[in-house]
């Protein structure tokens, strides 16, 4: 069964950092896209960004490009958001998934529970 634990979330001050980290398991994970979504009270969810399978392409929403950086670590079945400059607009839920292919693909696994961001002064 595809599973996602994602970590890493907390409380941070405008302008602070925060790493976020999704362990995957019963997938082949070193074979996936991964993805970060995150879900704000009321919204959508809504695409943060994502990672091919090398770990050679990347792509983001416009509103985080230059602020989160995705890698991930096929060796460990690990997916990471590294976010910078962080604003109280990216307060939300933040889930992690996998994807079939880079264009088009479908999402494959079940939602976990996700990892709250909130950002607060």
């Known amino acids: 069964q595809v599973q996602f634990v994602e970590s890493g979330g907390g409380l941070v001050q405008p302008g602070g950092s925060l790493r976020l980290s999704c362990a995957a398991s019963?997938?082949?994970?070193?074979?996936?896209?991964m993805s970060w979504y995150r879900q704000a009270p009321g919204k959508e969810r809504e695409f943060i960004a994502d990672?091919?399978?090398?770990?050679?392409?990347?792509r983001y929403r416009d509103s985080v490009k230059g602020r989160f950086t995705i890698s991930r670590d096929n060796a460990e079945n690990m997916l990471y958001l590294q976010m910078d400059s962080l604003k109280p607009e990216d307060t939300a839920v933040y889930l992690c998934?996998?994807?079939?292919?880079?264009?088009?693909?479908?999402?494959?696994?079940?939602w976990g529970l996700g990892t709250q961001v909130t950002v607060s002064s």
């Open positions: 998934n996998a994807k079939t292919a880079w264009v088009g693909g479908a999402i494959i696994g079940n």
């Open positions: 019963g997938v082949y994970f070193s074979t996936f896209v």
């Open positions: 990672i091919d399978s090398a770990a050679v392409r990347t």
